[in-house]
């Protein structure tokens, strides 16, 4: 028996037309889709995406994988152990697998992990990645501020990992999006404060979806909880405009100015 | 009479099943696509992406609109004034006008100067921007290196626009996106060389399109012609594993090797 193919499926930021053509055509006419979810209780972010697109003839398989939210070894190994096992079941009987993940498969997603692992256990394996939008994109629309454009720099920072250099990175991009901010919230408000950064900032949770939330005043987070699926974006927009080349001139030329 | 709607509608990295099903809906729907070439001699990418999706009634209108690619404001600000003005007279005529645009539209996109070009004329115009898969997601999805997870942090820099600060970015991040490289590329070979980073360094361009290139040695490159869109990533792979926080170890600890 041949291996199934395993798919690595990116379904965008939340909203169900922000999936590609190429992921739903898969998630129409593959067997079987393995959904990740932070455990048996919480609702999967991901399968709200896809239910819309789901065929409703009974005939496709889908496994729900807990993934904790956790940086605990003792909680993490046995539970990613399960989820792996699944999904090499499924495909040891040669059966396609798509593993649904929100966004893109390649960018801070749990499908690494998943595409790591399998990858070293099952050499022949064939893995196909569809990539998806990604939040970095979407927040951006969704507040209405373009994120990068002409010779702007952007950094992209899982905050929950520290915050040390964050000052730093601050004064040297142009842009910078914050990941994964909700539990050093006062510390990014505390040093956006100290860098007169503010003005240039917002918050966004749940990007694209109906319970989204976009907060332009990030001093009103100060106390209040935000969630894990958040984002705190800075875009200076100092050196924006494809005619304010480094070359050219230290003073801002807008195109509109010109016109 | 009432302003149409501008849309900036993202269509993704290159071939036609990447674009989201509601930018597919859009280009079948909207009366008027305004799309970008660099030239009337150039064949336009955005459109070689949406061609398969258009309406074949000959209902739709397609205005073909010319972002020279240069620098120099004498060429380039009659240009976009004309361009401009081919959107203003869809939209004050009443129509809703598409612009389609590579990617996605807040990223290093030509939209993004028609964005803040129109809302700064028209206070009232309402604009709907469709986020895309931007080539940031598909490089390394073509290349199959994950992007960044967990504690990992991402640069994304245009190469184009000086190498100055690079050797520092390169030191500090974990992965860097260098976009628009072609015109750099000797500096950034050599550059990589230095850093011994060119093992974690790869080339492509024209991701996901039927003339895709992907360059594992960047050596091949010396001397070579590249063009502009093109992109090198580095991806280090030294802090990646969502187990390895800085506060539990400085070594690597990957889940194979717990499992």
Same mark, same amino acid.
């Given at each position: 028996m041949s291996l199934g193919k395993l798919y690595g499926i990116g379904v965008g930021p939340g909203a169900p037309d922000l999936v590609t053509l190429r992921a739903y055509e898969l998630l129409r006419r593959l067997p079987v889709l393995a959904v990740p979810r932070p455990n048996a209780y919480s609702p999967s972010l991901a399968f709200r995406i896809i239910e819309p697109h789901l065929r409703t003839d009974g005939e496709q398989k889908h496994l729900y994988l807990e993934f904790p939210m956790t940086k605990d070894p003792d909680i993490l190994v046995p539970a990613w152990a399960k989820a792996f096992l699944a999904i090499e079941t499924e495909l040891e009987a040669g059966r396609d697998v798509g593993f649904v993940t929100q966004g893109d498969p390649f960018i801070y997603s749990t499908f690494i992990y998943v595409y790591e692992s399998l990858k070293a256990k099952y050499p022949e394996l064939v893995i196909e990645v569809v990539p998806g939008v990604t939040s970095i994109a979407a927040v951006p629309m969704v507040a209405g501020v373009p994120l990068v454009d002409g010779q702007e720099r952007l950094a992209v920072i899982p905050a929950s990992y520290g915050t040390e250099e964050l000052r730093s990175i601050l004064r040297s991009f142009d842009s910078i999006v914050l990941m994964k901010v909700a539990s050093v919230m006062e510390t990014v408000v505390d040093l956006l404060e100290e860098e007169d950064l503010l003005d240039c900032a917002y918050y966004v949770e749940r990007a694209t979806t109906s319970e989204q939330r976009i907060v @332009?005043?990030?001093?009103?987070? @100060?106390g209040n909880r935000c969630i894990y699926f958040s984002m705190v974006v800075v875009s200076k927009k100092r050196r924006n405009g494809v005619l304010r080349g480094h070359h050219v001139s230290k003073e801002p030329v807008s195109l509109g100015a010109l016109l």
């Open positions: @332009r005043d990030l001093r009103e987070l @100060r």
